[in-house]
């Protein structure tokens, strides 16, 4: 992947708050999508789906 086009995911952890900080890091079309990043994607601190949202990198 190349660097420049890569975009930070952080984790908001679970209702309890626990997984909190566990990133991922993705790819985006800038042209396309103006607005930030949300998924619910696997965190394996807490073994779970987790909200992510998009966060400067």
Same mark, same amino acid.
């Given at each position: 992947?190349?660097?420049?086009? +890569? *975009?930070? +995911? %952080?984790?908001v952890g679970? @209702?309890? &708050?626990? &997984? !909190? &900080?566990?990133t991922y890091?993705?790819? #985006?079309?800038? !042209?396309? %999508? @103006?607005?930030? +990043?949300?998924?619910? #994607?696997?965190?394996? *601190?807490?073994? !779970?789906?987790? %909200?992510? #949202? @998009? !966060?400067?990198?």
């Amino acid at each position: 992947m190349s660097q420049n086009h +890569l *975009i930070k +995911l %952080v984790s908001v952890g679970d @209702e309890k &708050g626990a &997984g !909190k &900080g566990h990133t991922y890091y993705s790819r #985006k079309n800038r !042209k396309s %999508v @103006e607005r930030k +990043l949300e998924f619910k #994607k696997y965190n394996p *601190i807490v073994r !779970k789906h987790t %909200v992510y #949202k @998009e !966060k400067k990198a």
